[in-house]
C-alpha cells in the first residue's frame, strides 16, 4: 500500500532514509550502481541507477516517475549531487534547494560575492588564475593567505602561502591535482567552529554549535558540541547564521555552516545545504535532542513541525577519529576497557558509509570502530577522507567531558605501524 508521502534522495547514506515507511515515507533512491549499502534498500520503494552529478540525467528517468505519481520533495545528502538535485527541484517546481542556492554554496567565489553584496563578514579574498595572481593578492594583504580550490570539500588542497615561493609550491600542486577554479583569501586567525541548523518556509533554526581539533593540513580529526569556544558568540554566530542563509536563497533544509573566531569578530568560512558530516547530526542529536536525520525528511514534509526556538544543550558529544602513524598495520591491540562496544570492519571490506556502524551506537555512551587490520596501509592525513582507520563516538556531561572519554578510548586502542 503506498505511504502517504513520496520522496526522491540523490545519492547519500542511508541514515536520513531509515525509518521512512514508518513514517508513511517511500522513498525513491537515485544512486550510483555499487556506491551505497545494502541496508538502505529495506527503507526504500526502490533504487533507481543514475550518475547523481548529472541533472538532466537524473531528471529523465525521475519526471515519467513524478508525472505517474508525483514526488512531494526531491532531496539529497551529499556535496557531489547538490547542483544535480537543484536542477531537478527547479524542473520540477518544487520547494527544495535550487540549483542557483546550491551553486553559490559550492564555489566559494559566489559564496563570498553573495556575502559582500550583503554587507556581511567582510574577508578579502580573489578568484586567481596564476601564479603571479596569488603573489599579487599576498603582497596586497601584506600576510599570509590561503589559496584552495573554490569548490573544494573535505580540507582538501588548503595552501597557506607567505611568498613568492609558497605561491608557486601551491599552484603546481593544484594544478596537479587537477583543481582548476582557485581562491585565494585573507588568511583568519581563530578557532573553526560551526553551526548545524534547519530551515523550512525561509525561516532558520540553528540547533547545534561544534569546534574542532585539527592537524597542520587543516584535517579536523575531532569534532565536539557544544563549543566551548563558541560559547559566548552563540548569539552572534546563530544572527551571521540566519543571515548567511538568506544571502545564498536557503529557504528549506538542514545546512552546515563553518566560521573561523577572529579577533575582529566570527568570519564565515564556508556553507552547505546538507547534513553535515563526520557524525554531526548524531552529535546534534546527543548534546541537543533533535534529531536532523529524522527532520530531513519529517519538517519539509509537515510531518513534524520546525521547533520555535533553539534548543538549550542537555549534554555534550564528540567524535574522535583515530590517527595512527601512516604506514603498513602490522597488529591492532584493544584494551580491555577501551569502550562500552568495539566494533572491527572485517578484513578486505571496504564500508560505503564514512562512519560504519553509527546507527548501532544510538544507546551506546561510548562506542568505538576499527577500521583497519592487520595488513591494512593507513594513509598520510590529507584529508577528511583520509580519516579511515576508524573513530570513537561518546556522550558526556558538557562537550568535555565527552572530548575526554574519546580521548581514554584512543589511549586503549593500539595501531602498530611499521614505514
Known amino acids: 500500500m503506498p505511504g502517504t508521502y513520496r520522496v526522491a534522495v540523490i545519492g547519500g547514506r542511508p541514515a536520513p532514509v531509515a525509518g521512512a515507511k514508518e513514517l508513511g515515507v517511500d522513498v525513491v533512491l537515485f544512486h550510483e550502481k555499487g556506491a551505497y549499502e545494502e541496508s538502505v534498500l529495506q527503507h526504500c520503494e526502490q533504487v533507481v541507477h543514475v550518475s547523481i552529478t548529472d541533472g538532466q540525467a537524473i531528471l529523465d528517468v525521475l519526471k515519467p516517475m513524478h508525472e505517474e505519481r508525483p514526488f512531494d520533495r526531491v532531496l539529497t545528502t551529499t556535496e557531489p549531487a547538490g547542483e544535480s538535485t537543484g536542477f531537478v527541484v527547479d524542473a520540477l517546481g518544487l520547494p527544495g534547494v535550487s540549483e542557483a542556492t546550491a551553486r553559490a554554496l559550492k564555489n566559494k567565489v559566489l559564496t563570498r560575492e553573495l556575502l559582500d553584496r550583503h554587507d556581511l563578514s567582510p574577508v578579502r579574498y580573489r578568484h586567481v588564475t596564476s601564479v603571479e595572481d596569488v603573489v599579487r593578492f599576498q603582497a596586497e594583504i601584506g600576510d599570509r593567505v590561503i589559496v584552495k580550490p573554490a569548490d573544494g570539500v573535505a580540507s582538501l588542497h588548503i595552501h597557506p602561502v607567505a611568498g613568492r615561493q609558497d605561491a608557486e609550491r601551491a599552484w603546481r600542486a593544484l594544478a596537479e591535482a587537477g583543481v582548476t577554479l582557485v581562491i585565494a583569501e585573507e588568511y583568519l586567525e581563530g578557532p573553526v567552529v560551526s ?125 574522535r577519529f583515530f590517527t595512527p602513524e601512516p604506514g603498513t598495520i602490522t597488529a591492532v591491540e584493544v584494551d580491555d576497557d577501551a569502550a562500552d562496544v568495539v566494533r572491527t570492519v572485517p578484513p578486505g571490506e571496504v564500508p560505503l558509509v564514512f562512519l560504519p556502524y553509527l546507527d548501532e551506537f544510538t544507546d551506546v555512551e561510548v562506542a568505538a570502530v576499527i577500521g583497519k587490520n592487520a595488513g591494512d596501509t593507513v594513509p598520510p592525513l590529507l584529508t577528511v577522507a583520509d580519516c579511515v582507520s576508524g573513530y570513537v563516538i561518546a556522550s558526556g556531561a558538557d562537550a568535555a567531558d565527552a572530548v575526554a572519554r574519546c580521548d581514554r578510548a584512543n589511549d586503549r586502542i593500539h595501531f602498530r605501524t611499521r614505514p
Open 195 to 319: 553551526v548545524d541548523s534547519f530551515s523550512f518556509g525561509g525561516r532558520h533554526l540553528p540547533i547545534g554549535y561544534s569546534e574542532y581539533r585539527m592537524n597542520d593540513r587543516y584535517v579536523e580529526w575531532e569534532v565536539s558540541t557544544p563549543s566551548r569556544v563558541a560559547a559566548p558568540h552563540r548569539e552572534e554566530l546563530f544572527e551571521l547564521t540566519r543571515r548567511l542563509l538568506d544571502a545564498v536563497g536557503l529557504t528549506e533544509g538542514p545546512s552546515h555552516s563553518e566560521f573561523v573566531l577572529t579577533p575582529k569578530g566570527p568570519r564565515v568560512l564556508e556553507s552547505h545545504a546538507r547534513l553535515a558530516g563526520s557524525g554531526a547530526p548524531e552529535l546534534v542529536r546527543r548534546a541537543f535532542g533533535l534529531d536532523l536525520n529524522r527532520m530531513f525528511l519529517t519538517v519539509p514534509l509537515g510531518i513534524d513541525p520546525l521547533p520555535e526556538t533553539s534548543p538549550e544543550p542537555r549534554g555534550g558529544a564528540a567524535v
